[in-house]
């Protein structure tokens, strides 16, 4: 056993593992803090909705875009100085959060606004109808209606963040990537990259099945 | 009770839905709105809740200008009128029970009155069991009488109908009208129906108003407009399936029009003895308004005292040539 994984320090993975959770659950968080409420914005300024404002809409959705146009490993390196600004250092998981929820946020608000949008539109008039407040339309109706394509939304953005957190390790966030790319890949050690790899396909296979089994818990269709 | 005066609607595409509307719904009717899609019906029935703000002129109910109001002022009218969709517009992540207490919620009531009056309602609309279900465990019939339980919730004293019944079979579109018609006459609710199917007027509606391109071409009851249409546009709309084009018949043609008790009456082959004049029936309906039965015939007249027969007709019901 040791023969055929002989470069592989298991503590140093455990560390990593553990580093890698940490980005992902706190990022993870974050994003779903921020981006559920742009998400939101974004369907309620759109036209045809009951906040519809073509300037609001627009100047959003540019910065959206622009946001994700960025390659992440150029958005790692630009938000250095804000970075340590917000949580006093750009290394380590800490410092990895803030780029990390700057590359998802965007990405995730898009894809609420995209469930929001599958929301049948007599039912947003009905609740509308019946003297429902913007509040009461977004708490009551369109956020329980999207609940299942918000919860897949996740899903998939938290995937993106696993693969975020990996790139995050090439400028000292740590965690499995990190691990991945100084010893698997700068010094050929072939076994450390198996098993990043494997763990980082165990944590995204995880990720995906509890994502399907709630959007299915919670679908009513 | 409902007023519209010169009401135009033109979207930001510059697309005009409405054209110079006049309408005036009264108390306690049922007044049907039918037009084709595109005729700006959805438009029109959505001006009434303040779904859809009018370009210009005025929506009024019981005076107050729709249009003027805004927050709390139109929350408040909304509560009075209630409104049903062609989808029925339920949410489907709330259960049969949570869909009808949602507008009592919004507007504020308490734990017990929610307990009180949801099974009320959905009682009413004949869905005492079925609390517990979620939409999609419901027939279209079924999810549409949920909609009606819901828009009754707080008390209306308006319905709006928008193509309620277009989503259902003919059979389940019998059985919701009914119900409607059961809630005019027990509620007294003043109910506005758009549709684009002539027989859902005739069932239930006290008068309609034709729409065509953005504006009304013709009101009144549903039997003048049914039996006497003036406008080109609702002759079209009646004649749909059934344009039997000019008649060549060698002799008078006359209209006969028979309305209530006068169509059990035996008249054609009674005036046929009498005068000596047979008939033949080129076109013809008969059938049932919401409360009265008609019959229209076409007729070709032949032989005997043809002016003594027409005459004769005259006696049991409106003729034309």
Redesign the interface.
């Known amino acids: 056993m040791s023969g055929w994984f002989a470069n592989v320090d298991w503590s140093e993975i455990g560390q990593a593992c553990l580093d890698t959770l940490a980005m992902l659950g706190g990022s993870l968080l974050l994003t779903i803090l921020l981006g559920l409420p742009l998400g939101v914005l974004l369907f309620l300024t759109s036209p045809g909705q009951v906040w519809q404002n073509r300037a609001v809409s627009g100047v959003l959705a540019l910065a959206v875009n622009l946001l994700r146009s960025v390659p992440f490993i150029i958005l790692l390196i630009v938000m250095i100085p804000l970075t340590v600004l917000l949580v006093g250092t750009s290394l380590g998981v800490a410092g990895a959060i803030p780029p990390l929820v700057v590359g998802a946020a965007p990405f995730f608000a898009r894809l609420v606004e995209t469930a929001l949008r599958e929301v049948d539109r007599n039912t947003i008039e009905a609740v509308q109808a019946m003297g429902a407040t913007t509040r009461d339309l977004v708490f009551r109706a369109l956020l329980p209606e999207a609940l299942p394509g918000i919860i897949a939304a996740a899903t998939v953005t938290a995937i993106a963040l696993v693969s975020f957190t990996a790139m995050a390790g090439a400028v000292g966030a740590g965690g499995l990537g990190d691990l991945a790319i100084r010893f698997g890949y700068q010094r050929f050690q072939t076994d450390v990259m198996l098993v990043t790899v494997v763990l980082l396909l165990v944590l995204v296979q995880f990720l995906q099945m509890a994502g399907d089994r709630l959007v299915r818990h919670f679908t009513r269709r | 009770m409902i007023r519209l005066e010169n009401v135009h609607k033109a979207f ?1 595409s510059g697309h005009a839905a409405l054209a110079g509307v006049d309408l005036e719904v009264a108390r306690g009717e049922v007044f049907g709105i039918i037009g084709r899609s595109g005729a700006g019906k959805s438009t029109l029935v ?1 001006l009434l ?1 303040g ?1 859809e703000r009018p370009s210009t002129g005025s929506v009024a109910i019981d005076g107050t200008d729709v249009a003027s109001l805004s927050g709390e002022g ?6 009075r ?3 049903i ?10 259960t049969v029970f949570d869909n009808v207490a ?2 009592l ?3 504020g009531a308490d734990k017990a009155r929610i307990a009180e009056r949801v099974p009320e309602l959905l009682a009413r609309v004949g869905l005492a069991d079925h609390g517990a279900k ?3 465990q419901l027939s279209g019939g079924q999810k549409q009488r949920v ?1 009606i339980a ?1 828009a009754l ?2 008390g209306p004293d308006i319905l ?1 109908c928008d193509e309620a019944t277009s989503a259902l079979d003919p059979e389940t579109t019998r059985s919701i009208l009914a119900l409607i018609a059961d809630l005019n006459r027990e509620l007294g609710l003043t109910i506005v129906l758009i549709t684009h199917e002539m027989e859902v007027v005739r069932q239930v509606c006290d008068r309609v108003a034709v729409l065509h391109a953005g504006r009304v071409v013709e009101t009144g009851s549903v039997a003048q407009v049914f039996l006497d249409p003036k406008a080109a546009e609702t002759r079209a709309m009646l004649d749909e399936g059934g344009d039997h084009g000019p008649i060549a018949f060698d002799g008078p043609i006359v209209r006969l029009t028979l309305r209530g008790d006068a169509i059990l009456q035996p008249v054609l082959t009674r005036i046929a003895r009498e005068t000596g004049t047979d008939f033949a029936i080129l076109d013809g309906r008969i059938g049932r308004f919401k409360d009265a039965s008609f019959g229209q015939l076409t007729l070709g007249l032949a032989g005997g005292d043809t002016a003594a027969a027409l005459a004769a007709l005259r006696q049991h019901g409106e003729v034309s040539e």
Do not use: C, D, E, K
Not at chain 2, 74 to 79: A, E, K, P
Not at chain 2, 85 to 94: D, E, I, P, V, Y
């Open positions: 930001a959505r809740n779904l139109l929350r408040t009218l909304r509560r009128v209630g409104m969709f062609q989808n029925f517009g339920l949410l489907s992540s709330r949602l507008p919620r919004i507007a979620y939409p999609a909609g819901r919730a707080t709006l």
